[in-house]
């Protein structure tokens, strides 16, 4: 396990000016000032983002930090989730860098327990690593358990192992907030052979549902992102042909991700939990 802190220029103010006082002019044309409530403000939270060192999770979790979060940033690829990390802190927000596997227990807890030692408890965990969608499109019977088994692996025990070791903090201090990126293959079924990435999709969905009716009483919260297909995938001109039939004419970005974690994540989303918010275009109605 690998735990780099990068404390140096941490104002998380001068990446998303989060003002408290606005404007305004009066009828008669005087200028007076205002407080105002600013929303989702993540100031003073501790945000664990996996599999954050590239595409989506790093956009997540610069999505976090730019709220003020402090983002303990993962990637089994440790010298990724530094790149991330470096990209945080020069946006002058505050990030360390944590390379584990999310898949073995042992190490996900000593992870944890560092990064809570170093920044206090995490508020804030999202399940983000993956296998993307499209690496090796297989119709079942041409499948192998060994194939299975790695979707399986990551999408559900990743989820549930990391789960697992913030859920008692959480409870103890009323509040958290779980959000796992899962997918539209693990809400609906699809021809393409997608199926042990669907189930392993589908499995990490089911569980947050429960894990969020366990524990509402406690102040936490979670909910599953269901997403339709992303820019950035491995095969452009075939994308980009996608990207013509969904509704929203255009592929899915980390920012779009980025944004519905952040309201996720804030106090202002306390009264949503247990549910899957599909995040794709139009593609797919819910
Ligand atoms: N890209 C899409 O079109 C799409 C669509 C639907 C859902 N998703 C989901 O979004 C998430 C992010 O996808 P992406 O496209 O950014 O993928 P990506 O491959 O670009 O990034 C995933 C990151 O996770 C890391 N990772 C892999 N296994 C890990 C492990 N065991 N422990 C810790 N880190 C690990 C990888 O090193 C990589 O940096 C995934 O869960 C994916 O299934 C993606």
């Known amino acids: 396990m690998q735990l780099n802190p990068r404390q140096d220029s941490c104002s998380p103010l001068s990446v998303a000016p989060r003002a408290t006082t606005a404007c305004f002019y009066t009828a008669d044309g005087r200028h007076r000032a205002l407080n105002v409530h600013v929303m989702f403000d993540l100031s003073g939270k501790v945000a664990l983002v996996t599999g954050a060192g590239q595409g989506i999770g790093a956009g997540i979790a610069r999505a976090l930090a730019a709220q003020g979060a402090v983002v303990a940033v993962n990637d089994v690829v440790a010298n990724r989730a530094q790149t991330t990390v470096e990209s945080i802190v020069a946006a002058g927000a505050q990030a360390i860098a944590c390379g584990f596997d999310v898949t073995d227990y042992n190490n996900v807890d000593t992870a944890i327990a560092a990064i809570t030692d170093t920044f206090g408890a995490i508020d804030i965990l999202v399940n983000n690593a993956g296998i993307p969608f499209g690496m090796g499109l297989k119709k079942f ?75 509402a009483k406690f102040g936490v919260t979670a909910n599953s992102i269901a997403l339709g297909l992303m820019a950035g995938g491995p095969e452009p001109d075939v994308t980009e042909s996608i990207a013509r039939s969904i509704p929203a004419r255009r592929l899915g970005t980390p920012e779009d991700v980025g944004a519905l974690c952040v309201y996720l994540a804030s106090n202002e989303a306390g009264w949503i939990t247990g549910q899957t918010m599909h995040l794709n275009g139009g593609s797919q109605t819910s």
């Open 141 to 215: 019977r041409e499948t192998e358990p060994s194939e299975w088994r790695k979707y399986i692996d990551i999408n559900l025990y990743g989820v549930m192992n990391c789960s697992r070791i913030v859920i008692e903090n959480m409870c103890d201090r009323g509040f958290g907030r779980v959000i796992t990126i899962a997918s539209g293959a693990g809400t609906h079924g699809l021809e393409l052979g997608v199926s042990g990435y669907g189930a392993g999709k589908g499995g990490g969905i089911a569980f947050m549902r429960h894990l969020a009716l366990e524990h």
